[in-house]
C-alpha cells in the first residue's frame, strides 16, 4: 500500500505548475484585411526571437497567468508598412509592451500529465496601446508527459484601444485584428 501511495504522489504534481514564457518556443502573429480589396496582412515575429515574457499557472484543471509581448518584435515583412504600422499606428515608442493577463480558465481535462483539449474558450484582460479592455477567446492545450504545447486565438477591434485603422490610397484596413499566439516548450 505505501509504495502505491508513493508512486502516486511521485507521478501526480502536488502543486501548481509555473511555467516561464521565456523558457518557452513562442510566437505571436496577426492577420489584418483590407476593404476594398480583401488584401491579407499577416504579421509574425521573426523566428529567432521570443517575444513573449510572463508566467502562466497549471494546477489540475485550472490555467491562469500573465505574457508580456514586446510590440516592436512584429513584422509584416514590408518594411515601409513595419514602420508605418509601429510609428504612426501603434505607437511602439509610447507602448513598447502589449499585456494579456489571463482569467482563471477550468479546463474540461486535469492537464498536469495528459491531455488534448480544444477550443477551449477564455477570457482576459488585453492592455495595449495603454487601454486596457477584456478580451474572449480560444485556447488549445496539449501535454504528453513533459511536453507542453498551447496555442491562443482572439480578436482586437483597434479603436476600441484607441489604434486608428490604417489606411492608404483609399484602402482601409478592418477594424477587427484576429491575434494568434503559440507557446510550447518541455515542463
Known sequence: ????????????????QKVDLKNTENQVGFLAVTKPGSLKIQGTVPANEKPLSGMLE????????????????????????????????LKTKDFPQATLKLDETVLPADCTAKCDLKDIPFTAKLTLHGTEKPVVGKMNVQREGAKLG??????????????????????KVVDQVDVTTKISGNF
Open 1 to 16: 500500500m505505501n509504495k502505491v501511495l508513493f508512486l502516486f504522489l511521485v507521478a501526480v504534481p502536488l502543486f501548481a
Open 58 to 89: 497549471i494546477e489540475k484543471q485550472k490555467l491562469k497567468g500573465d505574457a508580456i509581448f514586446q510590440m516592436s518584435a512584429l513584422t509584416t515583412g514590408v518594411g515601409l508598412r513595419d514602420s508605418h504600422m509601429k510609428d504612426n499606428y
Open 150 to 171: 498551447m496555442d491562443f486565438a482572439f480578436k482586437v477591434t483597434m479603436t476600441e484601444f484607441g489604434i486608428p485603422q490604417p489606411a492608404y490610397l483609399g484602402i
